[in-house]
């Protein structure tokens, strides 16, 4: 089990490193606020390979097969404590595996469109467009985790588990919740390789 939950760490790290091949530019940084003044989005993009898309998607997926281990062992060791919370933290997981899996890739493909297609007004609003038609894999993977955050969190808390409570900020929906105003790239990925790790050591 702790060899998996090094695996996730790995890739999480991995999956983070990918966030940031999306949102660290060559010439800025990646703005949801910027998607609405081609001008400045055009900027940020200016010389940007297309292979830096294509491997942040690639990356990516390989990525989370690689982290899929260490949740799926986390799980497993919840149920003898818990196997309501391990169920929930289960079906978290699938949401967070399937759609934000999908996620993943649906971030990357219109980045690489814009480069591809010129970076023009034209094609900012076809990227747009497929922004938000496919938005819904972003909320459920969200909703994913917070379903298995909240089950672990309240697991952990509860005294369910031979951890002590004060191990519950050893989880991802906290970590996140404490690293996205900082607007760091990748800051739920960071969360999760802390969690892991934090866990390496606990469990």
């Given at each position: 089990m702790k060899t998996l939950f090094l695996i996730a760490v790995a890739g999480h790290v991995l999956c983070g490193v990918t966030d940031c091949l999306m949102t660290y530019l060559p010439k800025?940084?990646?703005?949801f606020e910027d998607m609405k003044d081609n001008r400045k989005l055009s900027t940020?993009?200016?010389?940007?390979?297309?292979?830096?898309?294509?491997?942040?998607?690639?990356?990516?997926?390989?990525?989370?097969?690689?982290?899929?281990?260490?949740y799926q062992a986390l799980c497993d060791w919840m149920r003898p404590y818990s196997e309501t919370c391990a169920a929930?933290?289960?079906?978290g997981c699938a949401a967070v595996f399937t759609f934000g899996m999908a996620h993943h890739v649906f971030c990357g493909v219109p980045e690489w469109l814009?480069?591809?297609?010129?970076?023009?007004q034209e094609?900012?609003?076809?990227?747009?467009?497929?922004?938000?038609?496919t938005s819904v894999t972003m909320v459920a993977c969200y909703l994913g985790f917070?379903?298995?955050?909240?089950?672990?969190?309240?697991?952990?808390?509860?005294?369910m588990t031979p951890l002590p409570r004060w191990a519950c900020v050893f989880?991802?929906?906290?970590?996140?919740?404490?690293?996205?105003?900082?607007?760091?790239?990748?800051?739920?990925?960071?969360?999760?390789a802390i969690m892991f790790l934090g866990l390496f050591f606990l469990v």
């Open positions: 800025g940084r990646f703005r940020a993009f200016e010389g940007m390979p297309l292979r830096q898309p294509l491997l942040a998607m690639l990356l990516g997926c390989l990525a989370m097969f690689l982290f899929f281990f260490g929930l933290m289960r079906v814009y480069v591809r297609l010129g970076r023009t094609s900012l609003d076809l990227i747009n467009e497929f922004f938000r038609k917070l379903v298995f955050g909240v089950a672990f969190f309240v697991a952990v808390v509860g005294g989880n991802i929906l906290p970590l996140m919740l404490a690293l996205f105003p900082l607007r760091v790239g990748g800051a739920g990925n960071w969360a999760g």
